[in-house]
């Protein structure tokens, strides 16, 4: 089956400008969570959808917004952007049951943001 | 708070020699999932194994090999005959219970492996 699909793969901002990244959970899958990864900072969680509603949110200012639409596929917004923004955004989808034990997240292959 | 931390940074190794990645893990809760990813180039975090902490039975898959100790708080990964494409960055990381996707990664281990 389809696994998770982020698009864009790459692209390149300016400084102060907002960006929107897409990804489509694999086939069924009611969870979508989102993470940033730089070389410095390593992997942190973002915030985390669950039928159109936020469910967890990670400790990021409020320039990082994210939403989830009825067919489970979820964007995620930075708006004025910074350099520290630079990274790669990963996407990653689950059935959603409640308790991770019985439930496995799949990443997407991400997007790179660069910011200059 | 939850916290992972891989000591080993980065790893080279020859083909065929055996590795073993570190992860040790810190958690106040009872019931939590610790996970193992690998990361090629691509970008993409493929899942390798999960494991719940009231579960300590260790997991072999072909050449993968998972050893859980809950009185170390670790959870290490070796690689039996290393291949060329074992060659990504792993992390492991750690979940409590109905913490969703809301996962904790350790920083990572880059390995080599060398033909």
């Known amino acids: 089956k389809a696994g998770v699909t982020q698009t864009p793969r790459y692209l390149i901002k300016t400084r102060g400008q907002q960006v929107t990244l897409s990804c489509s959970p694999i086939s069924g899958h009611r969870s979508v969570s989102w993470y940033q990864q730089t070389p410095g900072q390593g992997l942190q969680f973002l915030f985390e959808y669950f039928s159109e509603t936020q469910r967890n949110k990670g400790n990021f200012p409020g320039r990082f917004s994210g939403r989830q639409f009825s067919n489970s596929r979820s964007e995620m917004n930075v708006s004025t952007l910074e350099l520290g923004d630079s990274a790669l955004y990963l996407c990653?989808?689950?059935?959603?049951?409640?308790?991770?034990?019985?439930?496995?997240?799949?990443f997407g292959e991400g997007s790179w943001l660069t910011v200059v | 708070a939850q916290k992972v931390t891989q000591a080993q940074t980065e790893i080279s190794v020859v083909e065929k020699e055996d590795v073993t990645l570190d992860c040790v893990y810190e958690t106040r809760d009872t019931t939590y999932y610790l996970f193992w990813y690998k990361q090629p180039p691509s970008g993409e975090l493929v899942f390798l194994i999960r494991?719940?902490?009231?579960?300590?039975q260790n997991e072999i898959s072909g050449r993968y090999s998972w050893n859980f100790q809950k009185s170390t708080s670790s959870f290490n990964f070796t690689i039996t005959a290393s291949q060329v494409v074992d060659s990504a960055v792993y992390f492991c990381?750690?979940?409590?219970?109905?913490?969703?996707?809301?996962?904790?990664f350790g920083p990572g281990t880059r390995l080599s492996v060398l033909p």
């Open positions: 494991r719940n902490s009231f579960d300590e």
């Open positions: 990653a989808s689950s059935r959603g049951a409640t308790g991770t034990g019985y439930d496995t997240i799949y």
């Open positions: 990381a750690l979940s409590g219970y109905n913490y969703g996707q809301n996962f904790v």
